[in-house]
């Protein structure tokens, strides 16, 4: 191995190495306990995403609990393997000398590696994280099947596939971005005279058929939570969404490397129109999924991560005659480090509404001990977040969630002996708490959830009888929600 190669590497373990303590330290988000708690309750498909981030989930904390590593654990090392799988992509797709190649990889891993999509994605555990790996898998499985030509690369292009829409629909927009460009391009088509395209997507349906069939028989209700979104367009709106999808694109990419990916997207869309089969299959599978997302702004607000799975195409596309790289990725790694930084120690005092390290993960430990103080019975919570923190905070109470969303969950329903306890709201919501379900609720105080006497987020606390005669169709509503192992 080169020397220079050998430092690359050792700097990718180093990193690596970085972020799993900092996976250890952060504090779980709400969004995280909520997908923890998928892990203990598997199914082919839940209302939000399908299922593969509580697969991963369960992975780590089968090997190390459920605690903030066990949780996260799979997050730093894909994207360790991730990072390797993106420099051969980047190596295949574009061509040229072995030194050229291998130059590409380099920066294309690099600057991946640099932004805050990836500096965050790698110490949290979301569905993006998953997604990211398992299309940048694909990448790498395209790439080799345009480098070398063997047919058998695109067994592992459908498996790659299949995995990603197992973990968020998203993936559909990059597979349909290849599809586009095996009937466009003249390698495409080339591929498609031959069965193991055809191959590679019977797998990757294959792989999805259990999602698929857990949406037909809960009534399509993942598909038409997020599919549902699709259908905005209010183009009077585009003045306040497409500013946001820029900001949010400006603020993940950090802005130096956004200019390299826009810069390195119009190469690989003039190099696909010379005829160059790599090129053009970056473009195709990055500008679509980004056109859709530009049009979904044009009436209601993208959520700065939804791009991601954009990323690793654009880098790969930016990898070629990128000049200053190393600037813009220098930069990059000052802005991730600070976070990391925010989120475990906290040594920065910013405004409550600029801290998002606060807001999301400050507090919850001591909140869910100042709940379990507060009185006996059940603790209960109408906001799935918030119960998912309770319940793997608090392993020696009952925990309810209630809302509709988790009658969808194989989790026990029956609320026999327990019917009275503490139901806990956040202030945010100005509505009062369902009444269906309650026989009584009596205010009985506040909580805060700070850091350091910076509050994050008040809540106020009732003392809450369920009601005895309860409907069928609301019990199935109200489940209890496991425990850590």
């Known amino acids: 191995m080169a020397p220079a190669l050998k430092a690359w590497v050792f700097a990718l373990g180093a990193l690596t190495v970085l972020r799993l303590l900092v996976c250890g330290f952060t504090p779980i988000s709400a969004d995280e306990s909520y997908y923890w708690v998928w892990s203990r309750a598997l199914a082919p498909g839940y209302l939000d995403h399908p299922p593969m981030?509580?697969?991963?989930?369960?992975?780590?904390?089968?090997?190390?609990?459920?605690?903030?590593?066990?949780?996260?654990?799979?997050?730093?090392?894909?994207?360790?393997?991730?990072?390797?799988?993106?420099?051969s992509a980047a190596s295949d797709l574009w061509g040229g000398t072995r030194q050229e190649r291998r130059r590409r990889g380099i920066v294309a891993a690099v600057m991946l590696n640099a932004t805050l999509l990836l500096g965050v994605g790698s110490v949290t555990m979301t569905p993006d994280t998953p997604l990211l790996f398992f299309w940048t898998l694909a990448l790498a499985a395209l790439g080799r099947v345009l480098a070398t030509g063997r047919r058998g690369w695109w067994l592992l292009v459908g498996l790659a596939i299949?995995?990603?829409?197992?973990?968020?629909?998203?993936?559909?927009?990059?597979?349909?971005?290849?599809?586009?460009?095996?009937?466009?391009?003249?390698?495409?088509?080339?591929?498609?005279?031959?069965?193991?395209?055809?191959?590679?997507?019977?797998?990757?349906?294959?792989?999805f058929a259990p999602v698929l069939d857990w949406n037909a028989t809960h009534g399509w209700a993942s598909f038409a939570k997020q599919g549902g979104r699709t259908g905005a367009w209010q183009p009077a709106r585009a003045g306040r969404y497409l500013p946001e999808l820029l900001g949010g694109q400006l603020g993940l990419a950090t802005p130096f490397i956004l200019v390299l990916l826009v810069a390195g997207m119009i190469r690989a869309v003039q190099a696909g129109r010379r005829g160059e089969a790599g090129p053009a299959l970056l473009a195709w599978v990055t500008l679509l999924p980004l056109a859709v997302f530009v049009q979904h702004a044009l009436g209601d607000r993208v959520q700065a991560n939804w791009p991601g799975l954009l990323y690793p195409g654009a880098v790969i596309a930016a990898s070629a005659g990128a000049r200053w790289w190393r600037a813009a990725s220098v930069l990059g790694f000052a802005l991730v480090l600070p976070v990391y930084a925010q989120a475990t120690f906290a040594p920065f005092p910013l405004p409550?509404?600029?801290?998002?390290?606060?807001?999301?993960?400050?507090?919850?430990p001591e909140l869910a001990l100042a709940v379990g103080r507060s009185g006996p019975g059940f603790i209960a919570a109408d906001e799935y977040g918030l119960a998912a923190e309770l319940a793997r905070d608090l392993p020696g109470r009952v925990v309810l969630g209630i809302e509709p969303r988790w009658q969808m969950f194989r989790l026990p329903h029956d609320t026999a002996g327990e019917a009275t306890g503490l139901l806990v709201r956040s202030e945010r919501r100005h509505d009062a708490p369902d009444p269906r379900y309650w026989a009584d609720l009596v205010p009985v105080g506040e909580l805060v959830r700070e850091r350091d006497g910076r509050v994050a987020e008040r809540y106020r606390l009732y003392r809450a009888r369920i009601r005895p005669d309860l409907p069928p169709d609301l019990a199935v509503q109200i489940a209890r929600l496991p425990a850590p192992r």
Do not use: N
């Open 53 to 87: 981030t509580a697969l991963w989930i369960r992975a780590g904390t089968s090997m190390l609990g459920s605690g903030p590593i066990g949780v996260r654990l799979l997050a730093p090392l894909s994207a360790a393997l991730g990072t390797l799988l993106l420099a």
């Open 352 to 364: 409550r509404a600029l801290d998002v390290t606060l807001q999301r993960l400050a507090g919850w």
């Open 162 to 207: 299949g995995l990603a829409l197992d973990s968020k629909y998203t993936a559909v927009l990059t597979g349909a971005g290849l599809v586009l460009w095996l009937l466009t391009t003249r390698a495409g088509r080339s591929w498609l005279r031959t069965p193991w395209p055809w191959i590679a997507g019977a797998l990757a349906l294959l792989l």
